[in-house]
């Protein structure tokens, strides 16, 4: 198992490689750059911060330094941000992207899996039907559509809620991000845990669990959820990923600052190394949250076995 | 006259015809077809009976709410649900596009496809190819998207090539599971036991067998590439003015909502409502084609 661990491990090294080689690439061809604003800066001045920040070098010298940078842990300063590093912008937003997404992961996971359970259980009847519209309306209405729409009933109407906002993290200001963030997510596990618990429950081990007279709830949830919830671990890995690192949307629509918002923003500004460690966080999560993935699957099915 | 004669054989049916009598049967996806009709067609006529060019703004009216009283304040309908319908014309025209770009990655998908499967046996290229679709599957896919638009500039033609040219990967790879399942069936083997050559196999037997797959992921991936363009509009990376586009007017809906909420409302309406009807008929293709399935 651990040297399973290590060999995964390793093996990121050149994925990520490759991942900061093209990325850092495709930003450096792409035309413009940091410091070409509309008014156009005093050409000394533009000259001396392009020095600072070593833009004048060429190329492939700029790519060793910042690797040379990277393998140390930094990510260099912000360029639009300018008293900032990249490493600061992080350690503020990392934690509320992250907050924000664990919460709206676990909300997705329970919410979707016991949904995904009583329409499995209730095949065909109306509580099952409930549940597959509701999937469907989830994977279907996109979240710029449901944010607004949120915003507009819950906190202009009704007053129930803050509009928007973070307010360090208090929870009438998350329900709303963090609904918006799980629906699509809860749809796709509600469908999977369905579809998996209906093959379950008709498998030869749940019906000797029945023959012996077990309870319903025994049954359900000691016998059949272990082998229906699979699939769903080997979904939750890159939704892990995806939702822990912010969501530029929803970030946008609720102005939280988080760190999803920094990826449109710095794209367009050209802030080469705010890009550069936006990709490189995603890369890791998703990295990371694969290889979890993995791991939780060997340990939950004993057919899987790692050496 | 002779008894075949009286009883002309029963035509075969084909797969085709088949999924065409099921895919009517299915309610909601008829009906969703109907939908699209509907909107296909209110929104490539409707704008020439309304009277008004979709970018005139009547300044006295800019806060009206939107009413079915025409006349004589033929502004209300200027205001919003008109508004709507006359700039979902251009969705429309770029939904075309968008459809383009489906069938763009369709076929770009195929060729290399095919280059998968040849390569298969050997398994060094296999494993490094697996390496590359790890590395672009790593990399976040908005940015993928957000440096081609970038590059391509705002051009919305060049936008879509740019979304084609990410979405062929999972077009790829359903298209290559598909090939090898079909490849180890019996009729292919009897074919080749026959001395049919792999073109004529090709033909033959494995496209015919990859349409109804591959036509039920393009139906599921309009719906995903009309998020993604009014994904990319919302935040001012896609169309431009004073092209519109569904995405382009929920976000400036939503920047309106404590003084004119259907501005948001509307546009929502009609892009979700098109959604769904999509999805159903995704759904209802998918039932139709793939008997196994159900």
């Known amino acids: ?307 | 006259m002779t008894e075949a004669a009286l009883h002309p054989p029963a035509r075969p049916r084909s797969l085709w015809s088949d999924a065409w009598s099921r895919l009517k049967a299915n309610r909601a996806a008829y009906w969703s077809g109907m939908f699209l009709l509907g909107m296909i067609i209110a929104c490539l006529i409707g704008p020439f009976f309304t009277g008004h060019a979709f970018n005139t703004i009547y300044q006295d009216y800019v806060r009206v709410p939107p009413s079915l009283s025409p006349y004589p304040k033929p502004d209300m309908i200027g205001s919003a649900l008109a508004d709507a319908m006359r700039r979902a014309r251009v969705t429309m025209e770029q939904w075309q596009e968008d459809k383009g770009a489906v069938i763009v990655a369709v076929t770009a998908a195929q060729p290399i496809d095919e280059r998968i499967t040849r390569y298969l046996d050997r398994s060094s290229t296999f494993e490094i190819m697996m390496r590359i679709v790890d590395v672009l599957y790593s990399l976040p896919f908005v940015f993928f998207v957000i440096m081609l638009v970038v590059f391509f500039g705002r051009h919305f033609l060049l936008m879509f090539l740019g979304i084609a040219a990410v979405l062929w990967l999972d077009m790829a790879r359903i298209v290559r599971g598909q090939t090898l399942s079909i490849k180890r069936q019996e009729y292919v083997q009897a074919a080749e036991a026959l001395g049919v050559d792999s073109t004529g196999i090709l033909l033959r037997h494995v496209i015919p067998n990859l349409l109804g797959p591959v036509v039920i992921y393009a139906t599921l991936l309009v719906p995903q590439v009309i998020i993604l363009e009014s994904f990319l509009s919302y935040f001012g990376l896609g169309v431009q003015e004073p092209m519109s586009s569904w995405g382009v007017l929920i976000a400036q809906g939503k920047n309106n909502i404590p003084a004119a909420n259907w501005l948001l409302i509307f546009p929502s309406l009609f892009l979700t409502s098109t959604l769904f009807a999509l999805n159903f008929i995704g759904d209802g293709l998918r039932d139709a084609l793939d008997p196994r399935d159900r």
């Open chain 1, 1 to 307: 198992m651990l040297g399973y661990v290590i060999r995964r491990l390793l093996t990121a090294i050149p994925t990520l490689f490759l991942i900061v080689t093209i990325s850092f690439f495709l930003i450096r061809i792409a035309p413009g750059g940091p410091f070409n604003q509309e008014r156009g800066l005093n050409p000394m001045v533009k000259a001396n911060l392009e020095r600072l920040y070593r833009l004048d070098e060429p190329l492939w010298q700029q790519y060793l330094h910042y690797l040379g940078d990277l393998l140390q842990g930094n990510l260099g300063p912000s360029y639009n941000l300018p008293d900032f590093t990249v490493a600061d912008l992080f350690r503020v937003g990392l934690p509320v992207s992250m907050e924000l997404g664990s919460m709206a992961l676990i909300f997705a996971l329970v919410a979707g899996g016991a949904l995904g359970i009583v329409a499995a259980l209730y095949q065909n009847r109306a509580g099952d039907y409930a549940v597959v519209a509701l999937a469907t309306a989830g994977s279907t209405v996109p979240n710029f559509v449901v944010a607004p729409l949120y915003q507009l009933v819950f906190a202009l109407t009704l007053n129930l809620v803050p509009v928007a906002g973070w307010g360090s993290g208090s929870f009438a200001n998350m329900i709303g991000p963090v609904l918006t963030l799980a629906l699509p997510q809860l749809a796709v596990v509600a469908r999977l845990m369905r579809g998996s618990m209906i093959e379950a429950l008709r498998s030869h081990h749940v019906r000797t669990a029945r023959a012996l007279g077990l309870s319903d709830a025994t049954v359900v949830l000691k016998h059949a959820l272990r082998g229906a919830v699979l699939p769903i671990v080997s979904y939750a890995g890159p939704a892990a990923a995806n939702l822990l690192t912010g969501s530029i949307i929803v970030e946008s629509i609720f102005a939280i600052p988080g760190i999803g918002r920094y990826f449109i923003e710095a794209a367009l500004n050209r802030d080469y190394t705010l890009v550069m460690g936006t990709v490189v966080v995603i890369a890791v999560f998703i990295i990371v949250f694969n290889l979890l993935v993995d791991l939780l699957y060997a340990a939950l099915d004993p057919r899987v076995r790692y050496d």
